[in-house]
């Protein structure tokens, strides 16, 4: 199940006010406090560049017509206005854009989640353009957060409704960005780059939201490789049997609870420069839906585990975006995919399972399961041979507790930890590092096996650093390293906002692009 239609999405340098479309969305500012004292008009709008046509059309009196509809400036505020023959489109739609930066454009973020309230707001106007500030000069960062804010903001699963749904609008089937010169190459390559990007958050979006019985291990592995041999990747997946002769020893007994036997995906990317001698390894968890196993969850909010495999759908899809965009750096990516259920084979608390590594692990928790499957990937992975190695899993609810919904937690190789957090600030992803303390390590000691799968005493405190620590179990001692948690960040359960609608989100599909792109330009 895919989303329903992508978003057209191109360049235009005609006059805002002369453009023949369904909307026009232009940004505005919230003026109080002191700046609206010094205007004399405190509490009123100020204007953002851009819509300088558009206000002049309205003779001056656009931003008081707006204040009087109730709009603020605020973040992410869209008022409508209808234009009754003031300018060529019939609407006018205004996006806050929060308080006015100081010497500054708004930031990238900033426009990225004011284009896509708007593309949201306006689902059933199958045309819109949007005149939102754009510097003159450099503003790429801005016109790619502009042009990904309108494509994921258009985004929408197709769902499984089978009624009619008269109420339910199209998304905006077509986007025009207002740009100094439409034609100018680096613009015309930011919005293909966008593109890319953004077509990739919204295949893992789509992988994330589809229903848990139509997106089992089998049916994810099918549909990743098939994806990949289309963009021209390399790819290998291994079966059940394959991983049991292989000595997967995680992934196997995760999997071996359900009649839907577990893969690991792997694709490889190979630059046609040659690239630049560095290697990067990208590792997604794949657990398409987790009861916890024999320890199992709570019925309450069960239900959002099918998006337990967020992980490996954006590993997945980010591996696409390479494909697009080519970088001069070798990728490869690893999928460990399973299905965590309980049954008469499961696996149980008490267990000794030998890894791909050779390790050995007792297992406590069988709700532990993610860092399991992951353990063999990274292995794996090294083996294969990385300079770099990236790992994202919706893998603790410490990382909620500690650092909220929105932002990730990363851990690891302290130099790769400040570059995700560099790249994830970059692309609106914001990641924060967390240490690996000795004392969790020592606490997970097992009087049986190398390591016990969480704290041996079952203790949860520095939940989200246990799982960082277990995983560095299986890194080679040459290979930098950076484990991503988004079990807040890989789903949104709330209304929608900005660009984010309820789901799936695509975290860390962007990061990861920055991060490729990184390692390719500087080693």
Not at 145 to 157: D, I, K, M, N
Not at 475 to 490: E, L
Request: aromatic share 4%; hydrophobic share 45%; glycine share 12%.
């Amino acid at each position: 199940m895919t989303s329903p239609r992508t978003t057209n999405l191109s360049l235009v340098d005609t006059d805002p006010a002369e453009l023949a479309v369904d909307a026009i969305v232009i940004g505005v500012h919230s003026q109080t406090g002191e700046q609206g004292a010094t205007s004399g008009l405190a509490g009123t709008l100020l204007l953002a560049s851009g819509a300088e046509s558009i206000a002049a059309a309205f003779d001056g009196k656009l931003t008081e017509t707006l204040a009087l509809l109730g709009a603020t400036g605020g973040p992410g505020e869209v008022i409508k206005l209808a234009t009754l023959g003031t300018v060529t489109a019939p609407l006018v739609t205004a996006v806050g854009l929060g308080p006015e930066p100081s010497g500054a454009a708004p930031a990238p973020e900033t426009l990225r989640r004011a284009a896509g309230a708007a593309i949201r707001a306006l689902a059933g106007a199958p045309k819109v353009a949007l005149a939102l500030p754009l510097p003159d000069a450099d503003a790429s960062a801005e016109l790619r957060a502009v042009a990904e804010g309108a494509l994921l903001g258009g985004y929408r699963f197709a769902g499984y409704k089978t009624r009619p749904q008269p109420t339910r609008r199209e998304p905006v089937a077509e986007v025009l960005i207002a740009v100094p010169d439409a034609g100018d190459a680096d613009a015309q390559a930011e919005v293909a780059r966008a593109q890319a990007v953004a077509g990739a958050v919204r295949l893992s979006r789509d992988w994330v939201n589809t229903a848990p019985n139509e997106l089992r291990p089998p049916s994810f592995a099918d549909a990743v490789a098939s994806a990949a041999r289309e963009a021209g990747l390399g790819v290998e997946v291994l079966d059940e049997a394959a991983l049991a002769a292989g000595g997967y020893g995680g992934i196997v007994a995760v999997g071996q609870g359900s009649e839907a036997p577990p893969r690991l995906v792997k694709l490889t990317y190979t630059p046609q420069d040659g690239g630049n001698g560095k290697r990067v390894a990208l590792v997604g968890k794949g657990i398409t839906f987790d009861t916890g196993g024999i320890s199992i969850k709570p019925a309450q909010g069960m239900w959002e585990m099918k998006s337990d495999m967020a992980g490996a759908a954006a590993v997945g899809a980010t591996m696409l975006a390479i494909a697009a965009l080519k970088p001069s750096v070798a990728v490869s990516a690893y999928l460990p995919m399973a299905e965590n259920m309980p049954s008469g084979t499961s696996y149980r608390p008490g267990d000794v399972i030998t890894m791909f590594n050779g390790k050995r692990v007792e297992v406590l928790n069988t709700d532990a399961e993610g860092r399991m499957i992951l353990g063999d990937a990274i292995a794996r992975a090294c083996a294969d041979g990385t300079d770099y190695l990236f790992e994202t899993s919706t893998l603790t609810g410490g990382q909620v507790i500690a650092l909220g919904k929105r932002m990730a937690g990363v851990m690891g190789t302290p130099e790769l930890c400040d570059r995700v957090k560099v790249a994830g600030d970059t692309v609106g992803e914001p990641a924060w590092p967390m240490p690996l303390p000795d004392d969790v390590r020592k606490g997970m000691e097992s009087e049986v096996a190398d390591i016990s799968q969480v704290n041996a005493g079952m203790d949860r405190a520095g939940h989200m650093l246990q799982g960082g620590v277990f995983l560095r179990e299986f890194v080679a001692d040459d290979v930098a390293w950076a484990h991503i948690d988004i079990a807040g960040p890989g789903y949104h359960s709330g209304e929608p906002t900005g660009y984010l609608t309820k789901g799936g989100t695509g975290v860390p599909v962007r990061t990861l692009v920055q991060l490729v792109e990184d390692v390719a330009a500087n080693g």
